[in-house]
């Protein structure tokens, strides 16, 4: 079952039916505020996406770009920091598995979302990408010196502890 959320866009499985379908999407002022929400970020001004839905065997296959320009609080000093992205979508729409059943991925398959059998929400998927996207753990040019005066060692400057202490030139003197 398709649910509503912030950035909803529903395609009917009939409408697609044997044929290719290209769309475009664009985030609107209330969508961008509900992702803002969702992702916690300081700012969405624009999320885009060019998608192109192509029927197979095995589902819906949906390939295309989404651009966005936001920015993120800094995991340091809480500072906006802005950040770009164009990212690639390569997502392949499947039914619900039944109670019980399985599905076999290979390694090299695109990501996944399952349908109800009549509906596919697009619009979700290019949220879930764009949550995806976001750097982790996102710093402002303050970061380090902020970090460093609350007492927090770089990767440099921390010495490994206890039994792993020696190991480092254990292997030098091999």
Do not use: W
Request: proline fraction near 5%; include cysteine.
């Amino acid at each position: 079952m398709v649910s509503a959320n912030e950035f909803s866009h529903v395609v009917k499985l009939s409408e697609i039916g044997n044929h290719s379908h290209n769309i475009r999407l664009s985030a609107g002022e209330q969508a961008r505020s509900g992702l803002i929400a969702r992702f916690d970020l300081a700012a969405l001004d624009s999320l885009e996406a060019e998608i192109s839905l192509k029927p197979e065997a095995s589902g819906i296959l949906a390939t295309g770009r989404f651009t966005a320009k936001l920015a993120q609080y800094c995991i340091a000093s809480d500072d906006p920091v802005p950040a770009l992205l164009d990212e690639t979508v390569n997502i392949r729409f499947i039914p619900e598995p039944v109670v019980g059943g399985e599905i076999e991925l290979e390694t090299d398959d695109c990501d996944t979302m399952f349908h109800d059998g009549q509906t596919i929400d697009l619009g979700e998927a290019v949220a879930q990408s764009l949550g995806l996207a976001l750097d982790p753990y996102p710093r402002s040019p303050d970061a380090e010196t902020i970090l460093k005066a609350a007492g927090v060692k770089s990767e440099d400057e921390a010495a490994p502890l206890g039994a792993l202490s020696s190991l480092k030139e254990l292997l030098a003197k091999k």
